[in-house]
């Protein structure tokens, strides 16, 4: 949940709801005082917050306090709640997705040109608990094969770079087989990586 979003939410709706009220003035600087306090605590709650429940047991305090200050109505503040968290969804849907990077757009396109299925399909299967390995099926081997031969491509540009050795070279390719297979048969499941791959455990260059 943003902690700005939230303390915007409830700075604007409870400056609203005074103003309707027709709090005097008095009181009102009264209440942006004690608006402006509980805000700061839900912008940056304390560690005790954060243990509990973070920005959202800050914002609960800060309307329970504000009700029995009379300051606001529990239904007002029943109101607040819900347009801070109705603000908060809608920010977090309307945030841009990660982009994918040139590499492992590269990865997904051969994944799918193996398999001859759409990446957008692979990418629900795996989110659905199956593996790579699993989908692939009796195209598991051309899988692991394309998959070696594109991981064998980088290790040679590192090697052509200067960056690793041919000794060691030739022991990450004597492990390319291994990483791609447990690759493959790793469950991704939902909130994992974004790519059809599961996030690789990266091949350490080996000491000489």
Do not use: C, F, W, Y
């Not at 193996?114 to 795996?126: C, E």
């Not at 659905?128 to 390995?133: D, I, N, S, W």
């Amino acid at each position: 949940m943003s902690k700005r979003t939230i303390a915007t939410v409830v700075l604007t709706t409870v400056a609203l709801t005074a103003g309707s009220l027709g709090v005097a003035n008095a009181a009102s600087k009264t209440s942006r005082t004690v608006v402006t306090k509980s805000i700061t605590k839900v912008s940056q709650p304390s560690a005790n917050a954060r243990g509990i429940g973070g920005p959202a047991a800050a914002l609960d305090s800060l309307l329970s306090g504000l009700v029995t200050k009379g300051t606001i109505t529990q239904v007002q503040a029943d109101a607040i709640k819900a347009a801070a968290l109705a603000a908060a969804e809608t920010a977090k849907a309307n945030r841009p997705a990660k982009a994918m990077s040139p590499e492992r757009a590269a990865k997904d396109a051969l994944i799918s040109s193996i398999l001859g299925i759409d990446s957008a399909t692979i990418k629900s299967r795996l989110q659905a608990g199956e593996t790579l390995a699993a989908i692939a099926g009796s195209k598991k081997d051309a899988l692991i094969a394309a998959l070696v031969a594109e991981h064998s491509k980088k290790i040679d540009a590192r090697l052509a770079a200067g960056k690793i050795t041919a000794a060691q070279a030739t022991t990450l390719k004597a492990a390319l087989l291994a990483h791609v297979s447990e690759e493959i048969n790793e469950v991704k499941g939902k909130g994992k990586h974004g790519g059809l791959m599961p996030a690789p455990a990266p091949l350490a260059t080996p000491s000489n």
